[in-house]
């Protein structure tokens, strides 16, 4: 329903004001997606910033947003789990996952069904986070713009931190870096030499004995800038 205008009583002449359009802070990043625009299209005010925590947040209410595949690959790489616990820092918050009118989630991503489904209940269930599937791009503008243009809620502080890392998590973090290396190469490195330095140290030959092909990203590390 279009806002309606209100009249200035104090001025001499009847002056329509305009009510405020809603507003969404939306994280850097999200700036390649199609969902900021359609934000727009819907008359609501959007403002990018670096968010540590979440991709929107409309009136207090902290948002992740997940196409199906970003949800299956952060699934198996455990990226979203820690994503969630981030999440908790908000009072409000919720999970989307966008992209049901062009993609099954069970049928052609060569991950079992029952994992999926688990996992979904585990971020009902344990991360106490609300989800909602949306059929595109414009269907999750429309579910942001309700939240934005709810009654006014308490302000909540976009000042959320990421949660800190431990020394081995900060490790596979660096290897994880390297294109196709994913968690499981990049312990695997890991347990077979100890350290990252080790790692720059060790002829190309070597790691490729133990990764394969997947070794020849390491050769970077040679190289001069």
């Given at each position: 329903m279009p806002?309606?205008?209100?009249?200035n009583?104090f001025?001499?002449?009847?002056?329509?004001?305009?009510?405020?359009?809603?507003k969404?802070?939306i994280d850097?990043?999200?700036k390649?997606?199609?969902?900021?625009?359609a934000?727009?299209?819907?008359?609501?005010?959007?403002?990018f910033k670096?968010?540590?925590?979440?991709?929107?947040?409309?009136?207090g209410?902290?948002?992740e947003r997940?196409t199906?595949s970003?949800?299956?690959?952060s699934?198996?790489n455990?990226?979203?789990?820690?994503?969630?616990?981030e999440l908790q820092?908000?009072?409000?918050?919720?999970?989307?996952?966008?992209?049901?009118?062009d993609q099954e989630?069970?049928n052609?991503?060569?991950?079992?069904?029952?994992?999926?489904?688990?996992?979904?209940?585990?971020?009902?269930?344990?991360?106490?986070?609300?989800?909602?599937?949306?059929?595109?791009h414009?269907?999750?503008a429309?579910f942001?713009?309700r939240?934005?243009k709810?009654?006014p809620?308490p302000e909540?502080?976009?000042?959320?931190?990421?949660?800190?890392?431990?020394k081995k998590?900060?490790?596979?973090?660096?290897?994880?870096?390297?294109p196709?290396?994913?968690?499981k190469?990049a312990?695997?490195l890991?347990k077979?030499?100890?350290?990252?330095?080790?790692l720059i140290?060790?002829?190309?030959?070597?790691?490729?004995e133990?990764?394969?092909?997947?070794?020849?990203i390491f050769?970077?590390?040679?190289e001069?800038?």
């Open positions: 806002q309606k205008s209100l009249f009583i001025s001499k002449k009847p002056e329509l004001v305009q009510p405020p359009q809603p969404v802070i850097y990043r999200e390649n997606s199609l969902v900021p625009s934000l727009k299209k819907l008359g609501i005010q959007i403002e670096q968010l540590k925590v979440a991709d929107y947040i409309a009136k209410v902290a948002i997940k199906i970003d949800f299956l690959g699934m198996v455990k990226r979203l789990t820690k994503q969630l616990q820092q908000y009072k409000k918050h919720l999970l989307i996952i966008e992209g049901f009118e989630l069970y052609g991503h060569g991950i079992n069904e029952n994992a999926i489904r688990g996992f979904l209940l585990s971020i009902s269930l344990k991360h106490n986070t609300p989800i909602i599937f949306s059929q595109n414009e269907d999750t429309k942001i713009e939240i934005a709810k009654k809620q909540q502080s976009i000042n959320a931190t990421k949660k800190a890392l431990n998590e900060q490790m596979q973090f660096i290897l994880e870096s390297f196709g290396i994913g968690p190469t312990k695997k890991l077979e030499f100890k350290t990252i330095q080790n140290n060790t002829p190309i030959e070597k790691i490729q133990c990764i394969g092909k997947k070794a020849e050769k970077i590390l040679q001069k800038y």
